[in-house]
């Protein structure tokens, strides 16, 4: 069968669809990638076949967009302001308290992501051009990102099985159950729904009607332990997380084990590309690591380091290194709670300190591993000490509990079937979902 995966603009979204997508080649089936070109050149260096679509993203360029304050913040109906900006603590998808989600509630938050977030990636030029491919290559199965609802457009254009590709948690189907539930309540009139206003008028376009799929897709592939996955009233496959860290090397120095506890810190390459800098004070955290019986691995480029004073001898900057080489051999991890980060110390059993910025479903992930043993979170980025931060790395060291429930969980996700076993699950459903 032919396969589409629809990626967004973003190498480290990609790398979450790359295993799956050669398990998929490997079967024999033919495989190519949609997204912006931003990312043509990560998809040819994956081995993968590349179709740009639109212009280019920039996604880095959200990083300049300064957001709404709480003061600025007025209407529920007027989220934008004259810089383009929205406030997203004001419009958490993470929201999961059930006297918070509210239909107004709801309404602001969606209202928000798909008018100044969905609406941008997948603009009508980038539907234009992914539904022309889909009707001249004629996919029997998209698998997409899920925050590209172009993909399930075309989709169901032209009448192929589609699913999204879990990066995260699934925060958009756990919201849009109780939206739905809330729509359903309400008078006609008075039952305003923004992704039906949107996808139902771009769907028109290709001559097809709203369908709540093109939302959440047939199904979704999730790699999130069944442990931690949010209850969503949704069709899942699961599939064992399997880190994918682009072109890399391993360097001679990863080749012997450590002579003390390591630790790597990380601030990942998704704030880099997505928020054009980091959300944690750098120096800070390396503060929090000197003077400790261990060796700190920090992935730091030259502009992070330019603004640092000498590194404490017990640090070893690199720019990049790949974090499936590096976490078997670590004590622990000091990250930002990007999901690539985060499922790579889950698959690894690697005790985590996270330091969440506000960032799509960062600090939800961060509460997580928590909750199950295998970390602990900084509540208050804003607050952070070297000191508090060195405490909170000393009990993940020192305390056996967090070592314990990190490899229990490295064991549920070795449990899930591999990318290859999934295969035929995907045909299967591709077979039941073709129209």
Same mark, same amino acid.
Request: glycine fraction near 6%; aromatic fraction near 8%.
């Given at each position: ?6 990626t ?14 050669? #398990?998929? !080649? ?7 990638? /949609? ?19 639109g ?7 959200? /990083? ?5 304050? #709480? ?11 004259a ?21 107004? *509630?709801?309404?602001?938050?969606f209202s ?16 234009d051009?992914?539904?022309?491919? /889909?009707r ?14 172009a =993909? ?19 925060v ?15 008078p006609?009139a ?14 028109? !376009? *290709? ?10 897709g ?13 209850e969503?009233?949704?069709? *899942?496959?699961?599939?064992? *997380? ?26 990942g ?37 330019s ?48 330091v ?15 909750? =199950?043993?295998?970390?602990l ?8 000490? /070297? ?16 070592? #314990?429930?990190?490899a ?19 045909? !299967?459903?591709?077979a039941?979902?073709?129209?």
């Amino acid at each position: 069968m032919r396969v589409l995966f629809v990626t967004l603009a973003a190498s480290t979204h990609l790398h979450a669809q790359v295993p799956v997508a050669w #398990a998929l !080649r490997a079967a024999g089936h033919d495989v190519c990638v /949609a997204s912006h070109p931003d990312v043509v050149d990560d998809i040819v260096r994956s081995g993968l076949t590349p179709v740009p679509i639109g212009e280019p993203m920039d996604i880095g360029q959200w /990083a300049d967009v300064s957001p709404l304050t #709480a003061e600025e913040f007025q209407d529920e109906a007027n989220i934008w302001d004259a810089r383009g900006g929205v406030n997203w603590e004001l419009f958490d998808l993470c929201e999961l308290r059930p006297e918070k989600l509210t239909y107004s *509630y709801m309404q602001a938050v969606f209202s928000a992501w798909v008018g100044a977030s969905f609406q941008e990636i997948s603009s009508p030029r980038v539907m234009d051009d992914l539904v022309g491919f /889909a009707r001249q290559w004629r996919p029997d199965l998209v698998i997409w990102d899920p925050l590209t609802f172009a =993909a399930p457009v075309a989709a169901l254009a032209v009448g192929a099985a589609h699913a999204r590709m879990m990066f995260g948690f699934d925060v958009i189907g756990r919201m849009r159950q109780s939206h739905r539930a809330v729509l359903e309540d309400r008078p006609d009139a008075l039952r305003d729904d923004p992704f039906e206003e949107w996808l139902g008028t771009a769907l028109a !376009r *290709y001559g097809v009607e709203f369908d709540e799929q093109a939302v959440l897709g047939q199904w979704t592939i999730d790699t999130v332990p069944s442990s931690m996955r949010l209850e969503v009233d949704h069709p *899942y496959v699961p599939m064992r *997380y399997t880190p994918y860290n682009g072109r890399s090397t391993v360097e001679p120095w990863l080749w012997s084990p450590p002579e003390r506890r390591r630790v790597c810190l990380t601030l990942g390459r998704s704030f880099r590309e997505l928020m054009g800098g980091d959300r944690a004070d750098v120096g800070e955290l390396l503060r929090g690591v000197a003077d400790l019986d261990i060796e700190v691995i920090a992935t730091l480029n030259t502009d992070q380091l330019s603004s640092l004073p000498p590194l404490p001898d017990n640090v070893r900057a690199v720019d990049f290194v790949p974090l499936d080489a590096l976490l078997p051999s670590c004590s622990a991890i000091i990250h930002h709670s990007g999901s690539g980060t985060t499922q790579t110390a889950l698959a690894h059993g690697v005790p985590q300190v996270i330091v969440p910025a506000n960032m799509m479903d960062n600090v939800l992930k961060a509460q997580q591993v928590e909750a =199950a043993g295998a970390g602990l979170h900084v509540r208050d980025t804003a607050a952070l000490t /070297a000191d508090s931060l060195r405490a909170l790395l000393l009990r993940v060291l020192d305390e056996p509990s967090f070592a #314990a429930n990190a490899a229990a969980l490295r064991r549920e996700m070795l449990a899930a079937p591999a990318p290859r076993d999934i295969v035929p699950a995907l045909e !299967r459903l591709t077979a039941l979902g073709r129209s």
